[in-house]
């Protein structure tokens, strides 16, 4: 069945450092692919998507681009703000419209 | 609409009482799913609707829970002789086809 494995965190980065987040994914069909941000004491929030190959989603700094080839969608930005601290999940929603998250990933940016 | 609301945000009970939980979707919004996340965990599906109909439940639904879309509008799941293991987030979240779903802030169930 489809599922996503996302790097495993806890992530602790100084700001304005240099963020990845890996996310790989195993799927049949043609599955668009998500990020997802949850900021302490609220739900999920879509951060960004994408719904083909080769697409970038992109918002708020951060960028992933659809690789079918690695089955990866990696999460980056190049410069982290403390106001960044949270927890990130990876989804893949597949052809039956059902929707699969990673772990998540969380990330602690210090001043 | 302010997209979707939970209802409500904390929930404490005892063992053995049963718990309802609402969820309002945006309302152009004709897909509504529930999910569970525990700490430390991404959510895990619970069941979807498609307008008031009960499309899929997944195998963690057991037969103590239920959920009602009724009018293809609000949704609540219950939860019956809660166990200390149903302790978790319940999110709820809505769509409109495949575009990206939008979550609801959760309701968070404490069972002692």
């Known amino acids: 069945g489809n599922s996503v494995t996302q790097m495993e965190g806890p992530v602790t980065l100084s700001e304005e450092a240099f963020l990845t987040i890996n996310c790989t994914y195993t799927?049949?069909?043609?599955?668009?692919l998500f990020w997802y941000v949850q900021y302490p004491g609220e739900g999920l929030q879509l951060l960004l998507k994408?719904?083909?190959?080769?697409d970038k989603g992109s918002n708020k700094g951060f960028e992933a681009t659809y690789r079918k080839e690695t089955t990866s969608f990696h999460l980056e930005k190049g410069s982290v703000q403390v106001s960044d601290s949270a927890v990130y999940f990876c989804?893949?929603?597949?052809?039956?419209?059902?929707?699969?998250f990673g772990a998540g990933t969380r990330l602690t940016v210090k001043p | 609409d302010t997209g979707v609301s939970q209802d409500p945000r904390h929930k404490i009970t005892k063992r053995g009482q049963n718990v309802t939980f609402r969820c309002d979707p945006i309302?152009?919004?004709?897909?509504l799913y529930w999910y569970r996340q525990t700490l430390g965990q991404g959510p895990e599906f619970l069941t979807y609707f498609q307008n008031e109909a009960q499309l899929e439940k997944s195998r963690l639904l057991s037969d103590r829970f239920s959920a009602e879309r009724p009018k293809g509008s609000f949704s609540t799941l219950e939860i019956q002789r809660t166990e200390q293991g149903d302790s978790a987030m319940y999110l709820c979240?809505?769509?409109?086809?495949?575009?990206?779903?939008?979550f609801g802030p959760g309701t968070r169930l404490t069972v002692t």
């Open positions: 989804a893949l929603m597949g052809n039956n419209n059902d929707m699969r």
């Open positions: 309302s152009e919004h004709n897909r």
């Open positions: 799927a049949t069909g043609y599955p668009s």
């Open positions: 979240a809505s769509s409109e086809a495949f575009s990206g779903w939008i």
């Open positions: 994408a719904t083909k190959a080769d």
